[in-house]
């Protein structure tokens, strides 16, 4: 059974938000970027966050703005595989939100990563990439209630493949 809220997590930031939107509009949710929600209640983009403050500093306000996601209901909810690497984040969403991660083979990963403009923590790549890959089989697939590997996949098929997921576990 899923819980009030959809997470799709993975470590593309574009692909999650455009699988988010679509997925979002075909089910009737709201949508919520997580790192536009820090932005909002920090009144700072997460760029100036991490290059001002550090990653660390960063890392935590995922920590705490993780808190506030359980409130809220009949939400899609679009985070990178970073937030959910800190296993304390990853068993709070896994609360409320019924967890979809999207990931690919490793060469897919970072290039797409690579391509992404709204990165915040480009110069880091290859080591999140890594990083990523090291713990999805022992930190974030195991939480995982739908998993889509997006190798040479559009958002849309993305999204069916979701769909067909969730329609598979109603039935």
């Given amino acids: ?15 999650n938000h455009a699988v988010g939107e679509l997925l979002s509009q075909e ?17 700072l983009p997460i760029f100036d966050i991490v290059q001002d403050y ?26 990178s595989a970073t937030t959910i690497m800190d296993e304390q984040n990853a068993l709070k969403l896994s609360e409320f939100c ?3 991660l999207l990931s690919s083979d ?27 890959f090291a713990n999805i ?8 209630d739908i998993f889509v590997d997006t190798t040479a996949r559009s958002p849309g098929i993305i999204k069916d493949i979701v769909i067909e997921k969730m329609l598979g576990e109603v039935n």
């Fill in 27 to 43: 089910l009737q949710l709201h949508f919520l970027e997580f790192d536009l929600l820090i932005e909002w209640e920090e009144n």
């Fill in 106 to 132: 490793s060469s897919t990963v970072l290039k797409r990563m690579r391509e992404d403009q709204t990165q915040h923590l480009k110069s880091n790549i290859l080591a999140r990439s890594r990083e990523f």
């Fill in 137 to 144: 089989n022992t930190n974030i697939k195991p939480l995982a």
């Fill in 54 to 79: 550090g990653s660390e500093h960063f890392y935590k306000l995922e920590k705490k703005h993780i808190r506030k996601l359980d409130t809220f209901d009949g939400t899609l909810i679009t985070t």
């Fill in 1 to 15: 059974m899923f819980k009030p809220n959809l997470a799709i997590i993975g470590p593309n930031k574009s692909i």
């Fill in 98 to 100: 019924t967890l979809i």
